[in-house]
């Protein structure tokens, strides 16, 4: 409804970029933890099964794929606080799961993370006194500015999004947010989520305006 909202989803892509960098490295720490010589299989999975089972005890919200708390963030049935503490308890949790070699995956998270940096981020305008829209919208933002920010396919991420949405109403702010998350992830940390996985196994190339090249 006003062009100050574009500077808003602008400043939400700079914001999912830093939170999902923080993701990445608490992954990264993670696997560097559970790959210790002295915690070796079937050790290193049944110590991060219990580790994620017990923030699963704690708060239920993190166990699965995270669709569900990510469709009580998009439509605001989530405390601010508690949201915190769900981004904090589903990055610990994913991470204890994933780095110990346990069946799962990061991108669900990643979408669950970004919905939850889109609703603070909401909050944190509203507590200055900026109405810039509803917070559904800056969480529905995030979740493809956090996807842009890891896996460094802003298009993709944008697309899938709109796709959940069918609004076109947020194309352009989605489109804007993934570019600035994405532009700002490579800045920080050339890799994606998948691109440092790949180079840790040895497996490396160099993404060049000729295509990829092989390090």
């Known amino acids: 409804s006003s062009p100050f909202e574009l500077v808003a989803f602008g400043g939400l ?12 490295r608490v992954l990264a720490l993670g696997e560097a933890l559970f ?5 070796q299989p079937p050790w290193r999975s049944a110590f991060g099964g219990l580790l994620a089972g017990a923030l ?31 981004l904090l308890g589903k990055a610990l949790a994913t991470t204890a799961s994933v780095s110990s070699g346990n069946p799962g995956g990061i991108f669900t998270p990643t979408l669950l993370m970004g919905g939850g940096f889109g609703f ?14 509803p917070a559904g919208g800056y969480a529905l933002v995030g979740m493809a500015a956090a ?16 796709e959940l949405s069918g609004d076109y109403a947020v ?3 989605l489109v804007l947010a993934t570019a600035i998350a994405t532009f700002t992830s490579r800045r920080l940390r050339p890799d994606s989520i998948y691109t ?18 092989a390090e």
């Open 56 to 86: 699963v005890a704690v708060l239920p919200e993190v166990a699965g794929n995270g669709y569900e708390p990510l469709n009580a963030i998009l439509n605001g049935s989530f405390a601010l606080k508690f949201t915190l503490i769900l």
């Open 171 to 173: 194309a352009l702010p």
């Open 120 to 133: 603070v981020y909401a909050a944190a305008l509203s507590a200055l006194g900026l109405n810039l829209g």
């Open 196 to 213: 440092a996985e790949l180079r840790q196994r040895g497996v490396a190339w160099q993404l060049t305006l000729d295509g990829r090249r």
């Open 13 to 24: 892509g700079l914001f999912a970029a830093v939170g999902s960098q923080g993701f990445m």
């Open 35 to 39: 790959r210790r010589p002295w915690l």
């Open 147 to 162: 996807t842009a920010a890891t896996t460094h396919a802003p298009m993709m991420a944008a697309v899938m999004v709109f």
